[in-house]
Nanobody, 121 residues
Framework: QVRLVESGGGSVQAGGSLRLSCAAS????????MAWYRQTPGKQRELVAE???????IYADSVTGRFTISRDNAKNTVYLQMNSLKPEDTAIYYCNADLLTGATMTFNNYWGQGTQVTVSS
């Protein structure tokens, strides 16, 4: 069974840092785009950062210069380094990935279960 498992969330004061990790497991043959999204109550899930298999990265304007997405393809893992955190960064952060699995030999999109990030002022 293919899974995305996030870790690294928690509570931090404004100005602090957190590093999120997301590991893909299962019968994975290849990985295309890996990304982080976040969602707060009553709002739509929004893209935070994206990393393509070709090495291109995209960031939301609100996190540019503070967050960095990176990936370790050998470990099927994507990271989100979050610095200079602000209270408005408080959200549930979700990992998302396009995975090529051995079972289907097609790319499908998967979501992790989410990890809570809370930034206090």
């Amino acid at each position: 069974q293919v899974r995305l498992v996030e870790s690294g969330g928690g509570s931090v004061q404004a100005g602090g840092s957190l590093r999120l990790s997301c590991a893909a497991s299962g019968s994975i043959v290849g990985i295309r785009t890996m990304a982080w999204y976040r969602q707060t109550p009553g709002k739509q899930r929004e893209l935070v950062a994206e990393s393509t298999s070709g090495g291109r990265t995209i960031y939301a304007d609100s996190v540019t210069g503070r967050f960095t997405i990176s990936r370790d393809n050998a470990k099927n893992t994507v990271y989100l380094q979050m610095n200079s955190l602000k209270p408005e960064d408080t959200a549930i952060y979700y990992c998302n990935a396009d995975l090529l699995t051995g079972a289907t030999m097609t790319f499908n999109n998967y979501w992790g279960q989410g990890t809570q990030v809370t930034v206090s002022s």
